[in-house]
Nanobody, 120 residues
């Protein structure tokens, strides 16, 4: 079983910064991609940023230039540095990890979610 522990959400004023962290543990053989998604009230969950094992990244257009995703492969941890936050960034942010478990099965795990609220 794979567990994801998220931290770093909270309340911040517009223009401020937050950093989200997600650590994966358990029976993990390898991780192909780690990412962050978000879901605002009444909206579908959307990709915010994703980083692949080779280091390549994908970002939603709405966060390009403001958010930076990084990972520590040795610690199975992914970080999301969020700068210049806007009220429209308010959402529950979810960590996602994809890869292979120690049992050889496909791993597509989600964190419990962390609330990010940006006040205007």
């Amino acid at each position: 079983q794979v567990q994801l522990v998220e931290s770093g959400g909270g309340l911040v004023q517009a223009g401020g910064s937050l950093r989200l962290s997600c650590a994966a543990s358990g029976s993990i053989f390898n991780i192909n991609a780690m990412g962050w998604y978000r879901q605002a009230p009444g909206k579908q969950r959307e990709l915010v940023a994703r980083i692949h094992s080779g280091g390549s990244t994908n970002y939603a257009d709405s966060v390009k230039g403001r958010f930076t995703i990084s990972r520590d492969n040795a610690k199975n941890t992914v970080l999301l540095q969020m700068n210049s936050l806007k009220p429209e960034d308010t959402a529950v942010y979810y960590c996602n990890v994809q890869g292979t478990t120690g049992w050889g099965t496909i791993m597509d795990s989600w964190g419990q979610g962390t609330q990010v609220t940006v006040s205007s």
